[in-house]
């Protein structure tokens, strides 16, 4: 059918040299010499664009929800875990100092916690809301809340963890 010589030349020179062949034995005659015997489709029609675009919209509009739930999921664990750490550090400085801290700063002062953490929720450190101890025991911060408004996905309100 072709020859090995045009198989190892690039797609478009095998078009090219088999419609050469193919003038030479004289089949395509009726043909002129500024028309060109095979077209190469250079790009996509606007249906095919448009079915792409579709797929892509519907995985899109699939995906995006499960993405914005799972960021909402990532910041209540994260706001747990630093209400965690920070009620493990105050019962801490309790142990060693027989009082409670007066500050979170001084939490972070005297090297219980490492830095004044962010409240996921309302994207500041200074959201914190801190409960002082009920007995004459000293100092001013016995809990810690969030001070973030709302509830979360469990129906519970940030500010009761």
Known sequence: MCSPEVLKKPLMARFTAVGESMKKKGKFNNLSKNHQFIQISRGFTLIELMVVMTIIA??????????????????????????GVMRVAIDKFYGDNGRYPESIAELVTKKYIRAMPVDPITESSETWIMQPPSLDIGGAVYDIKSGATGTAKDGTSYAEW
């Not at 995006?64 to 994260?78: C, D, G, I, L, R």
């Open 58 to 83: 519907l995985l899109i509009s699939i995906a995006v929800p499960h993405y914005f739930n799972s960021v909402q999921h990532a910041k209540e664990a994260t706001l747990k875990q630093s209400l």
